[in-house]
């Protein structure tokens, strides 16, 4: 008898849906927070671009999306490296990119990773959104590209650590009409 394949994570739906919805690149630097998602878009057809720096990887992301004309999507660690990003984003924002800024999140204020990162993503001028639940992660990460690419702006889609291992819920292509940007 052979076993059953491992439960397909949130971490991983999210990835996909990502693709799903048209994003083909990723820029990033991978950490323990963000590797899953970000596997999976590669998994699904998207080109990885890796940096050796957060801030490198979110200005090379900035650029493809004003030169592409295509949403972009900047990968990144939890805390420090959305922090580290932060003037790519800035910057980004500031000129109205189409970029989703896909991070990992702690929300354990005793985490020496814990930055209010919603609180960040707004003094920059960016959108945050957070996926709070298995059962909105798709339509959630289909809100957050459709408002980079329609309102022409910055998304930072947090994604808590203590949602990513959870069980997915249903398939990785946007509902019909899933333009909400929020939970």
């Known amino acids: 008898m052979t076993p059953a ?29 963000n590797f899953v998602a970000t596997n999976a878009m590669v998994a699904a057809g998207a080109r990885y671009v890796a940096a050796r720096h957060e801030g490198g990887a979110a200005t090379m992301a900035d650029a493809f999306a004003r030169t592409s004309g295509r949403p972009a999507v900047v990968s990144l660690h939890q805390g420090c490296g959305l ?32 930055v209010d990162q919603p609180a960040l993503a707004e003094a920059v001028g960016a959108l945050p959104v957070r996926v709070t639940t298995a059962a909105s992660a798709v339509r959630v990460t289909a809100a957050a590209v459709a408002a980079a690419r329609d309102q022409r702006r910055v998304v930072v889609l947090n994604l808590p650590l203590e949602v990513q291992a959870q069980p997915a819920v249903g398939s990785a292509l946007p509902p019909p009409g899933a333009v909400a940007a929020g939970d």
């Open 5 to 33: 394949p491992p439960a397909r994570t949130v971490a991983q739906a999210v990835g996909e849906t990502l693709v799903a919805c048209g994003v083909d690149t990723v820029f990033g630097v991978v950490g323990s927070g």
């Open 83 to 114: 922090t580290n990003a932060l003037t790519g984003i800035t910057e980004a924002a500031k000129s109205r990119t189409p970029l989703v800024v896909l991070t990992a999140e702690t929300t354990n204020r005793r985490s020496n990773f814990f």
